[in-house]
T-cell receptor, first 113, second 114 residues
Framework: QKEVEQNSGPLSVPEGAIASLNCTYSDRGSQSFFWYRQYSGKSPELIMSIYSNGDKEDGRFTAQLNKASQYVSLLIRDSQPSDSATYLC?????????????FGKGTHLIIQP | NAGVMQNPRHLVRRRGQEARLRCSPMKGHSHVYWYRQLPEEGLKFMVYLQKENIIDESGMPKERFSAEFPKEGPSILRIQQVVRGDSAAYFCASYGSGGPPEQFFGPGTRLTVL
């Protein structure tokens, strides 16, 4: 049974600070990792993907992957009130091909003005 | 550049009726995935389809649920004899072969069973 674990929050961060979101996964053979942002009542929006160990930066977002520790994180720099949302960690398994994703339940992030 | 399209956006059914949810993938995408999000729950994978083929239906309930992706037209998720527990948001995502394995989601269909 593949599992993806996230702290449900809420995680409250002051505007302008760094928000740090964490995720662990159980399938050691997983190859692809994604962060989605979901506003209430809306669909998930892909914001970051990462496939190899280390850091990947895109604007204010940095994804970090440590396959040995089975750990993925997302850093949001200069947090804005518009970043307030639920952040979903998703993992694609080791089965090869275009597998369905396994999602965590999400972390609810609140950016305080 | 149209994204993933789903319709209807909202669907109300009475217990015992059938629900049909439609999904048109992004242009050039031939892989379609269906996910369900129950209230206060995470997204759960249901089924993965390519044109005319079901590739993985391991997340699909064994009874009342079926999916297809015909050669022409949208993918259809069909729920027969709906029950109140089927009330949820159903999302479709698509992916294009040859690119990074990123799935892009449609706006979802919110099903309410009375």
């Amino acid at each position: 049974q593949k599992e993806v674990e996230q702290n449900s929050g809420p995680l409250s961060v002051p505007e302008g600070a760094i928000a740090s979101l964490n995720c662990t996964y159980s399938d050691r053979g997983s190859q692809s990792f994604f962060w989605y942002r979901q506003y209430s009542g809306k669909s998930p929006e892909l914001i970051m993907s990462i496939y190899s160990n280390g850091d990947k930066e895109d604007g204010r977002f940095t994804a970090q992957l440590n396959k040995a520790s089975q750990y993925v994180s997302l850093l949001i720099r200069d947090s804005q009130p518009s970043d307030s949302a639920t952040y979903l960690c998703a993992v694609r398994g080791s089965g090869g091909g275009a597998d369905g994703l396994t999602f965590g339940k999400g972390t609810h992030l609140i950016i305080q003005p | 550049n149209a994204g993933v399209m789903q319709n209807p956006r909202h669907l109300v059914r009475r217990r015992g009726q059938e629900a049909r949810l439609r999904c048109s993938p992004m242009k050039g995408h031939s892989h379609v995935y269906w996910y369900r999000q129950l209230p206060e729950e995470g997204l759960k994978f249901m089924v993965y389809l390519q044109k005319e083929n079901i590739i993985d239906e391991s997340g699909m309930p064994k009874e009342r649920f079926s999916a297809e992706f015909p050669k022409e037209g949208p993918s259809i998720l069909r729920i027969q004899q709906v029950v109140r527990g089927d009330s949820a948001a159903y999302f479709c995502a698509s992916y294009g072969s040859g690119g990074p394995p990123e799935q892009f989601f449609g706006p979802g269909t919110r099903l309410t069973v009375l």
